[in-house]
């Protein structure tokens, strides 16, 4: 028998920690996922902590000791949401937000920058429009929003910034002004009101974006659509 000392101990105890973190983190992702579908559903006033518990499946008190606050519960779940994952990874640093930015062709460029707004709005517009009605009452939701704003607007300010590099703005533009506008068109509340409210699809959204940054910023042709593109 070998008498070289064992260290298996010490694997064991590494996999059991790892065990509890990967535990941890996917009740975590069980109560950001049940509360998302309590703010959307019945808003974040009607929601409580032992509303969200009951949905997860978990006591009351692992939802206060995940995220202490309802505030911090939405706005981990408002992370994750825009995100798309769990990950502390920024924007800008995103894969699409990347490929968008070293896009040489402008009009590519835009094209990269709607599917990136779209794919966020498909999983977070929902949960960004009780944000920002809950913040009209709630302080503490205030600054959440406004701080969702100025995220955003970085973001453009990036990306208008990229797009000057390629093509002149349009009338003179600068690119402060082009993120402005950027920021109306790509905004939530523009999503929702003509896609939920006005009841267009995800794909008319899209194009109708594209070619209103197209038209706003650059003095770049128009993107070409077929018929059945512009009836979607």
């Known amino acids: 028998m070998s008498t070289a000392p064992r260290h298996d101990s010490g694997i064991r105890t590494a996999r059991k920690g790892d065990g509890r973190a990967a535990r941890a983190r996917a009740t975590r992702a069980r109560i950001l996922a049940a509360a998302t579908e ?5 808003g974040y006033a009607g929601t409580s902590i032992n509303a969200i518990a009951a949905k997860a499946g978990v006591g009351e008190q692992t939802v206060y000791y995940a995220f202490s606050t309802k505030r911090a519960i939405l ?13 502390p990874v920024p924007t800008l640093e995103r894969s699409w937000a990347r490929e968008a930015i070293a896009d040489p062709d402008p009009l590519g460029q835009l094209r990269r920058q709607v599917a990136g707004a779209g794919d966020i709005y498909l999983r977070a517009a929902a949960l960004l429009d009780v ?5 009209t009452a709630d302080p503490d939701l205030a600054a959440v929003w406004s701080t969702n704003l100025r995220q955003r607007l970085t973001v453009l300010r990036v990306f208008a910034e990229a ?3 390629k093509t002149p703005l349009r009338d003179g533009l600068t690119s402060e002004l082009a ?3 950027a920021l109306t068109v790509l905004s939530p509340e523009t999503y929702n009101l003509l896609v939920r409210d006005r009841g267009w699809s995800h794909a008319r959204w899209r194009d109708w974006a594209l070619d209103a940054l197209v038209g706003m910023l650059t003095t770049l042709p128009r993107p070409v659509r077929s018929l059945d593109d512009r009836e979607r």
């Open 38 to 42: 309590l703010f959307t559903t019945t």
């Open 75 to 87: 706005t981990a779940a408002l992370d994750v949401a825009v995100a798309g994952d769990d990950e």
């Open 131 to 135: 944000v920002r009605s809950a913040a």
């Open 163 to 165: 797009l000057a590099r």
């Open 179 to 181: 993120a402005d506008v």
